[in-house]
């Protein structure tokens, strides 16, 4: 094998330009794709934390009521059917009516880590010169802490002073922007029969510009008293230790508690088939150019065989088998493959880390200052595979040739 492999490393050596060029792309090829998807993974991942930190894992709305419908038996000769519950059909009663009953069922859950009750409703905001429709959630601080990331998008202000007094609000940033209010601010909040008088306690942004220009948060008792709904709540904000199981723990709580149960895979379908379609589109592009290297590196190895053929029948004269010159070029694949795959690893680390550095402000759907990568070891993983089958059909045809001279038929061609 070792004997094999030097006389691989010589005819490589003998086109080492070209070689130098296959690798060059291989690696390149390699190390784009490791860049490209660690950038749209890592933006999809981002998005979903934000998503998840806002609002929650699984939101319990409705209750329902499922409409029977009659399914008929098809071949029968006289007419019958089934029924069945169907989800398009079913009555719907608007929030949940018995939020500590459901709230204690949902808690039954292993996977449920949270349950925050809310009350919410439109208002206007007022201020001496603006006025603003905005969208009020009342909610119990702690409860709602252990289902979002509220704490943490706190960037002015403290919670603490919305703890202590039920004047205090948390308003988004956008919001805060527009109606020109810093913490400790005065405002009204005005409903069609009342206006109250609020505080600002802090503000908060999410980097999500429909909750950030619209959303208010009061305390629970305070948003009842406001809205005028002493009972019941809007929905629950569930929070889980896996979230990727929320559409199953979905599915269950909606047969058990009977009420409409929205998981967040489900809420942002739309988004996320964007991420992936953005993902497997930069996978394909890049691929190409490992693809192109692939032509090149097939182009090379099949000069060496036509012009190696006096060498290779002399290896067949001295006992070599087919399978001994077939594993000469095969190595020739593999070491341009390990080269390049290598190099890529180490090209698509680099770039990776550099990208994460370079600032960028995003607000819209998240909010972050710089790129945001996601470092996974399926992306090399899959990088390299890419490169090893395009490499190996790249290599195994010159080889297949290369193995089928016979040392007759190259003297009687030389002879000739």
Known sequence: MALE????????????????????????????????QAQTSGFERFYI????????????????????????????????????????????????????TVGNAIREFAN??????????????????????????????????????????IIRGDLQQMRQ???????????????????????????????????????????????????IYLQLGEARSLLKRPHGASFLQVDLRDP?????????????????????????????????????????????????????????????????TREIAILRSMGYTRHNVLRIFLWQGSVVLAGGVLLGWGMGALATYGVSRIPIRIRGIFATDYFVVNWSLSHYVLAALIAALVVTAATLLPALRAARLEPGDVIRNSAA
Not at 113 to 128: D, H, I
Not at 129 to 147: C, K, Q, T
Not at 252 to 276: D, K, P, T
């Open 5 to 36: 492999l030097k006389i691989a490393l010589r005819f490589l050596f003998a086109k080492k330009r070209a070689m130098l060029m296959s690798l060059a792309g291989i690696a390149c090829g390699v190390g784009f794709f490791i860049l490209t």
């Open 49 to 100: 934390r934000t998503i998840l930190g806002t609002t929650g894992a699984i939101q319990v709305h409705d209750r329902f009521q499922d409409t029977l419908r009659t399914m008929a038996v098809e071949g029968e000769e006289t007419p019958s059917g089934f029924l069945i519950a169907h989800r398009d059909a079913r009555h719907y009663v608007e929030g949940v009516a018995e939020p500590g």
């Open 112 to 153: 449920v880590t949270g349950v925050s009750e809310v009350v919410s409703g439109s208002a206007a905001l007022r201020t001496p010169v603006r006025r603003e429709s905005v969208y009020v959630y009342g909610i119990r601080i702690e409860d709602h802490l252990a289902v979002s990331d509220l704490d943490r998008q």
């Open 165 to 215: 007094s039920s004047q205090g609000v948390l308003i988004g940033s956008a919001l805060a922007r527009r109606m020109q209010l810093q913490t400790g601010d005065p405002f009204e909040l005005e409903t069609p029969d009342q206006r109250r008088r609020y505080r600002v306690a802090a503000i908060y942004e999410t980097g999500v510009r429909d909750i950030d220009s619209m959303r």
């Open 244 to 308: 990727g199981r929320a559409d199953r723990d979905a599915e269950r709580m909606e047969a058990i508690i009977g009420h409409f149960a929205y998981s967040w895979q489900e809420r942002e379908r739309a988004w996320l088939e964007v991420f992936r379609a953005l993902r497997v589109s930069s996978g394909l592009t890049v691929s190409a150019i490992i693809f192109i290297s692939g032509l090149g590196m097939f182009n090379t190895l099949a000069m060496i065989v036509m012009e190696r």
